[in-house]
C-alpha cells in the first residue's frame, strides 16, 4: 500500500519567509511525528500527535514553528519567519497506534534550504 | 534525559568482513531500542528492534543494560548493507531519540 507522502519534496526560500510543508500518513494510522535531520544535529524529534489528544510539542525549537493535524490525518508543519539554521530534511512518520513499540513509518522527508 | 550516541560517523569494511556498529544509550528506564537504515536515496526505514530479538538481513542487535549498549552486527558484510545506520531510543513519550548516526561503506 501507499506510504508516508510529504510535500514538497523540496523547498527554497529567503530568510524570513514562510513555509509550510505537508504529510500524509498511512491511511489508518493514528500516530503522527515530525522530525528534522540536519548537519550537525542528526535526527531529532519535533513533534507528536496522537489521535485527538493534545499534541506533544516538547522538541518544537522555537516558538516560530508550529503544526496541526486536520481530521486526524494530513499534518502541516509551518515554519514562520524562517531562519539558515532552519535549513534540513524534515521527516514525517506515522505509526498504527500509540503503543510504545509500534514501528514509525518514515516519509521521504522534506529538504529545506533558508537562503 | 535520554541520549543515544553512535560513536563512529564512518565505518568502512571489505565485503565479507564482520561488521559492529556501536551504539549507546542512558536512560534512566526500561529502554525500547532500535535500529534503522537509510539506503542512498530511500526513506529511513526499521531495520530491527530489540523487543523482537529477530535478525533482519542477517544483522543482530543484543540490548546489554549492563553496558547499555545495542551494538549491532553482521558476521559478513555486503556491499549492499553500505548506508546510514540510527539508533534509535524510545523512551519517555512516544518518540524516537537518535543517534548520530554511523556510514557503513562495505568495499568489494
Known amino acids: 500500500g501507499a506510504g508516508v507522502s510529504q510535500s514538497p519534496s523540496n523547498k527554497v526560500t529567503e530568510k524570513g519567509k514562510d513555509v509550510e510543508l505537508r504529510c500524509d500518513p498511512i491511511s489508518g494510522h493514528t500516530a503522527l511525528y515530525w522530525y528534522r535531520q540536519s548537519l550537525g544535529q542528526g535526527l531529532e524529534f519535533l513533534i507528536y500527535f496522537q489521535g485527538n489528544s493534545a499534541p506533544d510539542k516538547s522538541g518544537l525549537p522555537s516558538d516560530r514553528f508550529s503544526a496541526e493535524r486536520t481530521g486526524g490525518s494530513v499534518s502541516t508543519l509551518t515554519i514562520q519567519r524562517t531562519q539558515q539554521e532552519d535549513s534540513a530534511v524534515y521527516l514525517c512518520?506515522?505509526?498504527?497506534?500509540?503503543?510504545?513499540?509500534?514501528?514509525?513509518?518514515f516519509g521521504p522527508g522534506t529538504r529545506l534550504l533558508v537562503l | 534525559a535520554q541520549r543515544v550516541t553512535q560513536p563512529e560517523k564512518l565505518l568502512s569494511v571489505f565485503k565479507g568482513a564482520p561488521v559492529e556498529l556501536k551504539c549507546n544509550y542512558s536512560?534512566?528506564?526500561?529502554?525500547?531500542l532500535f535500529w534503522y537504515v537509510q539506503y542512498s536515496r530511500q526513506r529511513l526505514q526499521l531495520l530491527l528492534r530489540?523487543?523482537s530479538r529477530e535478525s533482519i538481513k542477517g544483522f543482530t542487535a543484543d540490548l546489554n543494560k549492563g553496558e547499555t549498549s545495542f551494538h549491532l552486527k553482521k558476521p559478513f558484510a555486503q556491499e549492499e548493507d553500505s548506508a546510514m545506520y540510527y539508533c534509535?531510543?524510545?523512551?519517555?513519550?512516544?518518540?524516537?531519540?537518535f543517534g548520530g548516526g554511523t556510514r557503513l561503506m562495505v568495499k568489494p
Open positions: 512518520a506515522s505509526s498504527p497506534s500509540s503503543g510504545r513499540v509500534e514501528t514509525q513509518y
Open positions: 530489540h523487543i
Open positions: 534509535a531510543l524510545l523512551g519517555a513519550g512516544n518518540m524516537l531519540t
Open positions: 536512560y534512566s528506564g526500561s529502554p525500547e
